[in-house]
């Protein structure tokens, strides 16, 4: 595991939650996916792990599925809890991990 990079990966993932959080404050939700899709882009597969089931695949799916709909918000907020959820598996692979 190359923690150097999986550190620069965590720290753009949260930026893109902080940013997209930021504008769906100010109602721009459409802006705000945008940047939780980046997000997830940016995590790619690096939050993999074998000791871990991961669903956000399925929550990505739904959350296209709204989007498409145009429920904006759920969207949203499936598109965020993704992010956030690989973010946190990478928070924990980052345990092992040395500064």
Do not use: W
């Not at 980046?38 to 993999?48: A, E, L, M």
């Not at 669903?55 to 598109?79: C, F, K, M, P, W």
């Amino acid at each position: 595991m190359d923690c150097s990079k999986m550190y620069s990966i965590h720290d753009a993932a949260s930026n893109y939650i902080k940013e997209a959080s930021v504008l769906s404050d100010s109602a721009q939700i459409e802006g705000s996916i945008l940047l939780l899709k980046k997000g997830i882009d940016v995590v790619g597969d690096f939050y993999k792990s074998e000791d871990v089931i991961d669903d956000s695949g399925v929550t990505i799916t739904l959350a296209e599925v709204r989007y498409s709909q145009r429920q904006l918000n759920e969207a949203y907020n499936l598109y965020y809890r993704a992010l956030h959820s690989r973010v946190e598996m990478i928070n924990d692979l980052l345990k092992i991990c040395k500064p």
